[in-house]
Every structure is written in C-alpha cells, then in structure tokens.
C-alpha cells in the first residue's frame, strides 16, 4: 500500500478507504491507518492519507504537524477538517 500513497502528489489528499481500495484490499481501512501511523520512511508522504469525511486523523501522534504540511502544500484546513475535499481528493489514473 505504501506505493499506492507514494502516488499522491502535493496538494491532494486521499482516504485511509481511498488507499485500502486502490491496494486491492477494500475493507482494510483501519490497517491502512495502523501503517501510516508507524510510518517513518521519507519517501511516504503519510500527511497526505486523511480520514473519512475530510478529517485529518492522527500522524504520529501530531496532528499540528499534519496540519502544517497540508497547508504549506496549499490544502485548506479548518476545524480539523480538509475542506474542498471534491478539490484537493486523489483520483488516480489508470
């Protein structure tokens, strides 16, 4: 799945669903966010895998950060929230 998350480019966010999907395990939501929450690779970007709805979810324990590096990519953030999700979501190609 971390190849799957490699994929998103600056400024967009998907899913923890969106990744389990696109992985070829639709159900595995909950572990998608288990990973990402441990992942320390820099070559990840784990701040880009949000929560349903538009929540941010955790990011290691820091969601001030998380925060801070959706917006420095241009992402609105508000009460805890990515907004214009329909804007800013991930919908691969091919």
């Known amino acids: ?3 799957v998350v490699r994929r998103i480019p600056p400024g967009r966010v998907a899913t923890y669903g969106e ?3 696109l992985a070829g395990r639709p159900r595995a939501a909950r572990a998608v966010g288990n990973v990402m929450r441990g992942c320390r690779r ?3 970007p784990c701040h880009r895998v949000i929560a349903a709805g538009g929540r941010l979810g955790g990011y290691g ?3 001030a950060l998380k925060r801070s590096l959706l917006v420095a990519e241009g992402v609105v953030v508000s009460g805890g929230r990515v907004r214009e999700l329909e804007r800013v979501g991930w919908k691969p190609r091919g």
């Open 1 to 3: 799945m971390l190849w």
């Open 19 to 21: 990744i389990a999907a």
């Open 42 to 44: 820099p070559d990840v």
């Open 61 to 63: 324990g820091s969601e």
